[in-house]
Nanobody
Framework: QVQLVESGGGLVAAGGSLRLSCAASGSIFSINAMGWYRQAPGKQRELVAAITSVGSTNYADSVKGRFTITRDNAKNTVYLQMNSLKPEDAAVYYC??????????????WGKGTLVTVSS
């Protein structure tokens, strides 16, 4: 069994910053790509940022230059530093990880989400 637990969401004023964390735990053999997605009310879930096991990153155009994704492989944790937040960044942010379990199944796991609210 594998779990992804997010933390760090909350209410912030426009222009402010938040740092999201997502820790993976359980029967993990290895973790490949990790990422953050978000879903605003009435909209589809979209990729925000992703990072490979060797640190290559990919960002949505809307967050480039403002958000930074990093990971700590020793802690099985991925972070999303969000700066210069805008009201349109408000959403539920979901952690995603492509994990090989100890029984060698490769499964795409999701966290339960953390709410980010940005006041204008």
């Amino acid at each position: 069994q594998v779990q992804l637990v997010e933390s760090g969401g909350g209410l912030v004023a426009a222009g402010g910053s938040l740092r999201l964390s997502c820790a993976a735990s359980g029967s993990i053999f290895s973790i490949n790509a990790m990422g953050w997605y978000r879903q605003a009310p009435g909209k589809q879930r979209e990729l925000v940022a992703a990072i490979t096991s060797v640190g290559s990153t990919n960002y949505a155009d809307s967050v480039k230059g403002r958000f930074t994704i990093t990971r700590d492989n020793a802690k099985n944790t991925v972070y999303l530093q969000m700066n210069s937040l805008k009201p349109e960044d408000a959403a539920v942010y979901y952690c995603n990880a492509h994990i090989e379990t100890t029984t060698h199944y490769v499964i795409n796991y999701w966290g339960k989400g953390t709410l980010v609210t940005v006041s204008s």
